[in-house]
């Protein structure tokens, strides 16, 4: 199946009261794991790329490539989006060139003037060429690609200014932060969330930050209408701890346990199992 845009598949995770999971990719590996088991469960799927991953994995044609090559070898028939991770007003229009099927536009840091203006052109581009678009209003916390948030919680007037604009779906920041959740971090703010709902109506909303949230705190934010969560930390961590196990273990010792493909292989599960354990909790499981 080609890569689709994430309008339906989101569509219908807000009126099913569940959300879909954008799960980033680094290379090979882990696009393989996410896409194996989302046909495994029958899941549509969004593959996130963050600039400085797409940059890693040599430029975003290299990853369209890779992507739709995978999508026929492997036989994915479940709904499959290709999506920039948070973009900046560039690299948006890059990976339009390259034939992602997805774009998120993070104008958060600019005036929300100049948001609105940025969002407004990419949102006539991307209908043009029936590709979905996110944008984000207030601060996400923790770092991504250099872009340092404090987790400021977004004004959901703002948010109904920006969503008037015709894009797909909204990334609203409620206290959510990327990376690990520190000790003292006071959690999701259900109040903004619920408020920017109310203004939003039928628009998606999506939840970045989605490691290290509570079970409880997810179905409530999904409730609420969260439509898309995403994950890369909590991947990134069972990769790097079932990859240390393996080498503690001595297993890249014995025999030809140093070849690539028996080194990656345990982290390669590991992050299937994440990505199954959060598509049940997600409730995307047979939705595709």
């Given at each position: 199946m080609p890569l689709v845009n994430a309008k339906e598949m989101l569509t219908k995770a807000k009126a099913g009261h569940y959300a879909v999971g954008q799960f980033n990719i680094n290379n090979l590996e882990w696009t393989k794991s996410i896409l194996l088991t989302a046909q495994e469960l029958n899941s549509p799927v969004i593959l996130g790329v963050s600039e400085g991953a797409g940059k890693y994995m040599c430029g975003y044609k290299t990853v369209v490539g890779m992507v739709n090559g995978m999508l026929e070898e492997l036989n994915i028939t479940v709904p499959v989006a290709?999506?920039?991770?948070?973009?900046?007003y560039e690299g948006a229009k890059k990976c339009i060139e390259a034939g992602f099927s997805s774009i998120m536009f993070d104008g958060s840091h600019y005036p929300i003037e100049e948001n609105i203006e940025k969002t407004k052109e990419l949102v006539a581009t991307c209908n043009k060429l029936g590709l979905s678009l996110e944008a984000e209003v207030g601060a996400i916390g923790g770092e991504e690609d250099g872009v340092i948030g404090?987790?400021?919680?977004?004004?959901?007037?703002e948010c109904k200014m920006v969503a008037d604009l015709g894009v797909t779906m909204l990334a609203a920041g409620i206290g959510n932060i990327h990376g690990k959740y520190p000790?003292?971090?006071?959690?999701?703010?259900?109040?903004?969330?619920?408020a920017i709902q109310q203004l939003t109506g039928e628009m998606p909303l999506?939840?970045?930050?989605?490691t290290g949230i509570p079970a409880d705190m997810i179905k409530k934010a999904i409730s609420l209408g969260v439509s898309k969560i995403n994950v890369n930390t909590e991947c990134q961590l069972a990769f790097a701890a079932a990859t240390r196990k393996y080498i503690e273990e001595g297993k890249d010792l014995e025999g030809k346990g140093f070849d690539p493909r028996k080194l990656l292989a345990p982290g390669a599960e590991a992050i299937k199992a994440t990505v199954k354990e959060k598509m049940e909790l997600f409730g995307s499981v047979n939705k595709a």
């Open positions: 290709l999506h920039l991770d948070h973009g900046s404090m987790g400021e919680c977004a004004d959901p007037k000790a003292n971090w006071k959690g999701l703010s259900f109040e903004t969330l619920d999506v939840l970045h930050g989605g």
